[in-house]
């Protein structure tokens, strides 16, 4: 039997949750506090016209999220697989994120008429696109990075002391900087410009933590299926996965084995124990992760060839065994 490890969440997780939400509120605070003035005052739209724009853009931001998270799942669903479903995504905004902030505060002032309009509101979308694939990555990361009520809450206080410091961040420095460079077009471009370096810096230093990315967890599963375990003991389920696609994809990998693994788990509202076998848990857990797998069979199977990724990547080749 083995005791399973769990795969804490370190200080380098918990900054780097936190850190996409703070650099992409860098670019959110300037977008936010600044458009309407910069559209208003500099580039003269007249008022109606702005009260217009701005209402196609809130309507658009109600189809931007849902769209996007459905583009997100398609992508995912071709993708090749032991792929990050949420990182590459992340790391997808950032271009967007800067290239937009700085086009939205400088390609406008170049034009006149509606091109000067239809930049504006195109370059605008363009940087809420950025922003809402950050945004959705870092949200839904916390399924997958938090195993527990605790983790959650200290990743989701993570998330929210980020973007309180990144807004504060950027309502001290964007005013220095057009105090410097001056409120005309050239100053918001260069402000724009000079915001976008620690925006992409910080947004970069992202975190995630999958069970195909937890070495101990690898090591366990690899020992399992070599026949050095035959039970499992946890403390909670959430040790086991990050979320119930994981869990159940453990379970009936663990059960179908030419020996089935045993788990224990110490939960206080639901102990599992399928030696005592108490109300048939083992029978009732396998149907329920069967069920699950086999109408997720894609996700299945690509959380299997995950697996099979991480224990070549991190157990084979860097050796060593989980039990004795």
């Not at 527990?148 to 993570?158: H, M, P």
Request: glycine letters at 10%; aromatic letters at 10%; a neutral charge.
């Amino acid at each position: 039997m083995a005791k399973a490890k769990s795969d804490k969440l370190t200080l380098k997780h918990i900054i780097g949750y936190g850190a996409g939400d703070c650099g992409g509120c860098f670019g959110l605070y300037m977008v936010a506090m600044f458009m309407s003035r910069f559209l208003q005052v500099n580039l003269g739209v007249n008022a109606a016209l702005l009260a217009t724009i701005l209402l196609v853009w809130n309507v658009w931001d109600t189809v931007n999220d849902p769209l996007m998270g459905t583009i997100m799942d398609i992508c995912f669903a071709k993708a090749k697989p032991g792929a990050d479903k949420f990182r590459p995504w992340i790391l997808a905004s950032i271009p967007i994120l800067a290239i937009g902030m700085i086009a939205f505060f400088t390609v406008p002032g170049m034009l006149s008429g509606f091109a000067m309009i239809a930049s504006a509101f195109i370059l605008k979308i363009v940087f809420e696109a950025g922003y809402t694939m950050m945004n959705i990555g870092m949200g839904s990361l916390l399924g997958n990075m938090a195993k527990n009520d605790s983790e959650r809450a200290t990743l989701a206080s993570a998330r929210g002391f980020g973007s309180t410091f990144g807004g504060a961040i950027g309502g001290m420095l964007i005013p220095l900087l057009l105090g410097k460079f001056g409120m005309g077009n050239d100053g918001y471009a260069k402000m724009a410009m000079i915001m976008a370096v620690p925006m992409a810096i910080v947004i970069f230093i992202g975190g995630r933590k999958e069970i195909k990315n937890r070495p101990e967890m690898l090591r366990l599963i690899h020992d399992c299926k070599e026949g050095r375990i035959d039970c499992i003991a946890t403390q909670s389920r959430a040790y086991l996965a990050a979320n119930t696609g994981e869990f159940c994809s453990l379970i009936r990998y663990l059960f179908d084995m030419a020996t089935p693994i045993h788990i224990i788990t110490e939960d206080e509202a639901y102990n599992i124990n399928t030696i005592i076998n108490e109300d048939q848990q083992k029978e009732e857990l396998y149907r329920m992760a069967y069920s699950f797998t086999e109408m997720n069979p894609d996700e299945y199977r690509k959380w299997i060839e995950g697996v099979f990724l991480g224990i070549d990547k991190h157990v084979l080749q860097e050796g060593g065994h989980y039990g004795i």
